[in-house]
């Protein structure tokens, strides 16, 4: 009986130690969604096109540049050991949710805002930037703050936060809004261009590139709120979401991410 005992006991403790060493060995690999790109050799992720010092495809060689196409690079280096196995999929504030659910990128670093309800459905990292809601107008239309704006039309983007928060901020200065959604910035600069939206909104870092466009329009100075820009994984890729916590955080502390803003010129109004 004593015997049987032993061997009982010896056995759970084989089980165990087997146990551990498995799951010791999953950490030092970072677990499924890590292990997963690890076996593909390449981190997919999502970026703006057309935000430049952001995301931005210069067209003349073909290759993403900016703030957060570097972060993505720090995050590849750190998975795969090379910033140069990645492929860039570039998304809009409309598709970006989409293409990270249905796995088509690992991760998405795209202007996109923290939320309490996006906190719902994607994980964010800390935050690595912040910026604010702005307006981009017609010069010639008299036009210098959102309370000129009441009974007008502002353009903004599906899928964006935009329209929520300039609501709050409308209610507040006793101007009523009236918002008209687009699939992408292009066609917004377009309908203002046409008369018909009297606003451009969204974040500032993404209009300055549409005033750069048309010398008619101006891009107001003051700011309607704060948006605080995270790295989103998808939800249950738990040890994906840590690594990449983990990476902002060094980047942060060690003043990296100061030294990149400087480097893009788009150090941040704080
Ligand atoms: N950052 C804002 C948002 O996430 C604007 C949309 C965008 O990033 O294009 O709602």
Redesign the pocket.
């Given at each position: 009986m004593k015997r049987i005992s032993r061997i009982a006991v010896s056995l759970f403790v084989v089980l165990l130690a087997g146990v551990l060493l498995a799951s010791l060995a999953a950490m030092a690999a970072g677990g499924p969604s890590v292990e997963k790109i690890k076996q593909r050799g390449e981190l997919k992720v999502g970026v703006?096109a057309d935000v430049l010092g952001f995301g931005f495809k210069n067209l003349q060689t073909g290759e993403f540049e900016g703030y957060e196409i570097e972060i993505a690079r720090r995050i590849a280096k750190e998975i795969l050991g090379d910033a140069k196995k990645i492929e860039f999929v570039p998304v809009?504030?409309k598709t970006r949710a989409a293409l990270l659910d249905n796995g088509e990128v690992d991760m998405v670093i795209?202007?996109?805002?923290i939320t309490p309800e996006r906190r719902k459905i994607v994980d964010f990292s800390p935050v690595y930037y912040t910026?604010g809601i702005k307006l981009l107008v017609k010069k010639d239309a008299g036009i210098k703050s959102l309370k000129d704006l009441d009974g007008k039309v502002i353009g903004v983007?599906k899928?964006?936060?935009?329209a929520n928060r300039l609501k709050q901020q409308g209610e507040k200065l006793g101007a009523s809004l009236r918002f008209a959604e687009f699939e992408t910035y292009p066609e917004i600069l377009s309908a203002l261009q046409a008369g018909r939206v009297q606003a451009f909104s969204?974040?500032g870092s993404?209009l300055k590139y549409y005033e750069s466009l048309d010398k008619s329009t101006v891009l107001l100075p003051q700011r309607y709120s704060a948006?605080e820009?995270g790295v989103t994984t998808k939800r249950g890729n738990d040890d994906l979401r840590d690594l990449v916590a983990r990476v902002i955080t060094d980047l942060d502390k060690s003043g990296e991410l100061d030294r990149l803003q400087d480097k893009f010129g788009i150090a941040s109004e704080k």
């Open positions: 703006k809009t504030a795209a202007t996109f805002t910026d983007a899928g964006a936060d935009t969204t974040d993404i948006e820009y």
